[in-house]
């Protein structure tokens, strides 16, 4: 048996080995301890109502434990803790992937296979949120299964699904369906192009319908100092009306040397449930930015974003690098009777001391239409590592 250490996390890796000997007599084993935090704060204006928010939290702080049984199988346990909130399971799989075959089984709690930054580790995505569609048509984890193939320029994966394992409320249960493919038409040392597309169905419990809403861009704008000002921080929502809905999704990636541009679109159809009238929704970004000192890189197995590549790290030598972004986001929740319009401007700023280290600086200007406020500005920033 094989065990990897990283950061301070001897105990837990002492524990995990020890459960997992017998397992190790038998056929090699691999174990792989690590984690990251990161720490948000946000100063932000927000406008009709008016008032100043100023606030923080530990947005991620997260532990894993992830490898290898035999050449065929692989795992990942992860669990996350944020300000407020208790530990949480994020990942927790086992999959299956047989040599010489092209294909691997997934079973346990993942994400859906749906989206070019949804599939992102947060470490790696752009801005410090992801685009608001995202989080308003409920792209999450739950327990599934899912069959996928690859090759060194595509990627297909099919999943079935029922709840997310950390839901208390049994009214939020319900079932999914979801698929993505992604394609590299072009994959060079210097430029790679790649395209996909994402589908879900997903319904909910018969005793509570879905809604759709979103927060002004900064997730630390859901604390308590908004609290009166916003509903949970959302600055735009439907309200519950929906028993099922389909999510459509395409997105494109450029990386070319040190500049990189990307975006999504996503079209939601929700069945309003009883009678309620059902609602045709949108929602997508568009981005594009420069890195010095390193370049943007490419997860061929996973079809997404995967660490930044930093040239000179600061402590050996060099600065790290530096990441400059511009993005335009937009959500559109208004259509049969339904309200809420959501444009974001968000410009951004990361420094990479080292490739698992990063300081974020982003600037947004939202304007809501037919929202619980007119507009909020501000400044949120991030300190993240990993270990």
């Given at each position: 048996m094989t065990v990897f250490l990283k950061g301070g996390a001897a105990v837990s890796a002492l524990a995990i080995s020890l459960a997992f000997t017998p397992i190790a007599a038998a056929q090699d084993a691999t174990i792989q301890i690590g984690g990251r935090l990161m720490l948000d704060y946000a100063i932000a204006d927000i406008q009709n109502p008016d008032v100043d928010?100023?606030?923080?939290?530990?947005r991620r702080a997260r532990l894993f434990a992830k490898g290898k049984y035999g050449n065929a199988i692989s795992y990942k346990f992860e669990f996350n803790h944020t300000t407020g909130g208790d530990f949480e399971v994020t990942d927790g799989f086992v999959q299956f992937a047989p040599e010489n075959q092209n294909f691997k089984v997934k079973v346990g709690h993942f994400k859906t296979h749906n989206s070019l930054e949804e599939e992102a580790s947060s470490r790696f995505?752009?801005?410090?949120?992801?685009?608001?569609?995202?989080?308003?048509?409920?792209?999450?984890?739950?327990?599934?299964?899912s069959v996928g193939t690859g090759g060194d320029n595509y990627t297909l994966n099919v999943g079935v699904?029922?709840?997310?394992?950390?839901?208390?409320?049994?009214?939020?249960?319900?079932?999914?369906?979801?698929?993505?493919?992604?394609?590299?038409?072009?994959?060079?040392?210097?430029?790679?192009l790649h395209l996909g597309a994402s589908w879900?169905?997903?319904?909910?419990?018969?005793?509570?319908?879905?809604?759709?809403?979103?927060?002004?861009?900064?997730h630390v704008l859901s604390s308590e100092n908004s609290e009166g000002v916003l509903s949970s921080g959302r600055i735009i929502n439907t309200g519950n009306f929906a028993d099922s809905d389909n999510f459509y999704g395409a997105e494109g990636l450029v990386i070319h040397n040190?500049?990189?541009?990307?975006?999504e679109y996503a079209i939601l159809d929700a069945k309003g449930s009883g009678t309620n009238p059902n609602g045709s929704f949108g929602g997508g970004y568009i981005e594009g930015g420069i890195v010095l000192g390193g370049r943007k890189t490419y997860k061929a197995s996973g079809g997404t974003f995967n660490r930044m590549k930093v040239d000179n790290p600061f402590g050996s030598g060099g600065m790290g690098a530096l990441a400059l972004v511009a993005r335009y986001d937009t959500i559109d929740l208004e259509d049969n009777g339904y309200t809420g319009k959501l444009d974001?401007?968000?410009?951004?700023?990361?420094?990479?001391?080292?490739?698992?280290?990063?300081?974020?600086?982003?600037?947004?200007?939202?304007?809501?239409?037919?929202?619980?406020?007119?507009s909020a500005k501000g400044v949120t920033a991030r300190v993240g590592f990993d270990f």
């Open positions: 928010v100023t606030a923080s939290e530990v995505i752009s801005t410090i949120e992801r685009g608001a569609f995202t989080d308003a048509f409920g792209l999450d984890r739950r327990i599934g299964v699904y029922g709840e997310n394992i950390n839901n208390d409320d049994p009214k939020m249960d319900g079932k999914a369906i979801a698929a993505r493919a992604t394609y590299l038409p072009i994959k060079t040392d210097e430029t790679l879900r169905y997903r319904d909910a419990n018969s005793a509570s319908d879905l809604r759709y809403r979103q927060r002004p861009y900064a040190n500049l990189w541009a990307a975006g974001t401007v968000i410009l951004g700023a990361d420094w990479w001391p080292t490739k698992q280290t990063r300081l974020r600086i982003n600037y947004f200007d939202a304007d809501a239409t037919n929202g619980a406020a007119e």
